[in-house]
């Protein structure tokens, strides 16, 4: 799987556009991006996820350079409760040959605070 | 939030006492996983399962065990518990990969062992 390089830490202002980027420039074209969050304490959350389309559903938006090299997800209006650890991953749905599982490869992520 | 509970939820033990950690699913979701989260090092894979009694090693498998003997119980076990497995244990389940849509992972609330 590709690896990803994300900013250890970001802020952002309670009911702004948080944009987390992730640049993944050795994907390959099977590769899916996948987005995750950790709120503290918790087990991770699975937030959405592409393949070259931009992505949209009720919690996020993912915007995926042509090239697919980086990507962008987008909270659209923070809160309080979006303050977590971010991951995004990249990784193929399926291992090629064997017994086929969906392995998935947290990096550090970025440590997202969300301010009043 | 999907159907996944681990048990117990903190566990204090001493070196050398075995342990085991259990995770109950009531998604019949045919595949789970055991991670480990240490500070610096992100959730990282131990085992995983992809059917009753089918199991295989993950990234760092060594000094832990796993058993399916049903679809909704996965256990892992530490033989001799070390200092070193003091961590925060996360049961993951999810649908075949490649089966769905979306092949998101679905996670407990973790487990905090503290092995003295």
């Known amino acids: 799987d590709a690896k990803t390089t994300q900013p250890p830490s970001m802020d952002c202002a309670e009911g702004r556009a948080a944009n987390l980027p992730c640049n993944h420039s050795t994907i390959s074209g099977n590769e899916y991006v996948y987005w995750y969050r950790q709120i503290h304490s918790q087990g991770p959350q699975y937030i959405i996820h592409?393949?070259?389309n931009n992505e949209t559903n009720e919690m996020a938006s993912l915007i995926i350079t042509e090239d697919r090299k980086s990507s962008t997800l987008i909270l659209p209006h923070a809160t309080l409760r979006d303050t977590a650890v971010y991951y995004c991953?990249?990784?193929?749905?399926?291992?090629?040959?064997?017994?086929?599982?969906?392995?998935?490869?947290f990096g550090q992520g970025t440590i997202l605070t969300v301010h009043p | 939030d999907a159907g996944i509970t681990q048990s117990p939820r903190h566990k204090v033990t001493e070196t050398g006492t075995p342990v085991t950690l259990r995770c109950h699913q009531t998604?019949?979701?045919?595949?789970m996983y055991w991670y480990r989260q240490d500070p610096g090092h992100g959730l990282r894979l131990i085992h995983y399962s992809y059917g009753v009694k089918d199991t295989d090693k993950g990234e760092v498998s060594d000094g832990y065990s796993v058993s399916r003997s049903k679809t909704e119980d996965f256990l892992l076990t530490l033989e001799s518990a070390t200092s070193s497995q003091t961590s925060v244990y996360f049961c993951?389940?999810?649908?075949?990969?490649?089966?769905?849509?979306?092949?998101?992972?679905?996670f407990g609330p973790g487990t905090r062992l503290t092995v003295l």
């Open positions: 998604e019949n979701h045919r595949y």
């Open positions: 592409g393949l070259k």
């Open positions: 991953i990249v990784r193929v749905p399926k291992n090629a040959g064997g017994t086929s599982y969906g392995k998935l490869t």
């Open positions: 993951a389940i999810s649908e075949p990969p490649g089966s769905g849509p979306n092949n998101e992972q679905f």
